[in-house]
């Protein structure tokens, strides 16, 4: 995902790691990081990145509101913008925080009780715009994606982009799919609030 946004324009980059026992470590930069660096290290493979194009608003970066945005048990990775993420903020994050509507998402994830699946349904189910997530339990390091209005594409290899590139197929919405070695597997449903969707 993260060489393949490059050309829209890098404001802030970031990639996630996985090293020789299934640890996961994340590098957030200003503008571009150099991936290979990281995967050069012995045992470090390279899972996903992320790039935040520039916005039309004047920003200052911060590690604190690039991706991944992270909880005690959950990392979620955004494409997309939501509508209604100023009122759930307001129920489920923390006072005086800087809201942002990705760190929204992980905060809603940390308050749910259930399996990851369900957790990912209850909050995915009110969130209202569009998405394209990548979700990780770092505690049991299972990946997630699904989406709803954004663009999310993905190929028998296991590789996924916002960009469809070769014989990649968009990810339905209202689907969640689980990354296993080389595949997904759909593990569960929502219902779609998609301001895109025609039935």
């Not at 990775?77 to 100023?86: F, P, S």
């Not at 394209?132 to 209005?149: P, W």
Request: with cysteine; net charge positive; glycine share 6%.
């Amino acid at each position: 995902m993260y060489d393949l946004n490059k050309s829209r324009g890098i404001f802030a980059s970031s990639a996630i790691f996985l090293d020789c026992w299934n640890e996961l470590h994340i590098h957030k930069s200003k503008n571009k990081i150099i991936a290979d660096k990281f995967v050069d290290m012995v045992g470090f493979k390279y899972f996903t990145g992320h790039v935040q194009a520039p916005t039309s608003s004047v920003r200052k970066w911060s590690e604190e509101t690039s991706h991944p945005f992270i909880t005690n048990n959950w990392m979620v990775i955004h494409n997309g913008v939501l509508t209604n993420y100023k009122q759930l903020n307001q129920q489920y994050c923390k006072k005086n925080t800087n809201p942002v509507d990705t760190s929204t998402i992980v905060e809603m994830l940390e308050k749910q009780k259930g399996d990851e699946v369900s957790a990912i349904k209850k909050t995915i189910s009110k969130l209202e715009g569009t998405f394209a997530l990548l979700i990780i339990n770092k505690h049991s390091k299972s990946f997630y994606i699904t989406r709803q209005g954004s663009t999310l594409f993905f190929d028998d290899n296991g590789s996924f982009s916002s960009t469809k590139t070769g014989n990649m197929v968009e990810v339905p919405e209202g689907r969640i799919y689980k990354i296993e070695v080389n595949q997904f597997i759909k593990v569960g449903d929502f219902e779609s609030n998609s301001p895109f969707l025609i039935l």
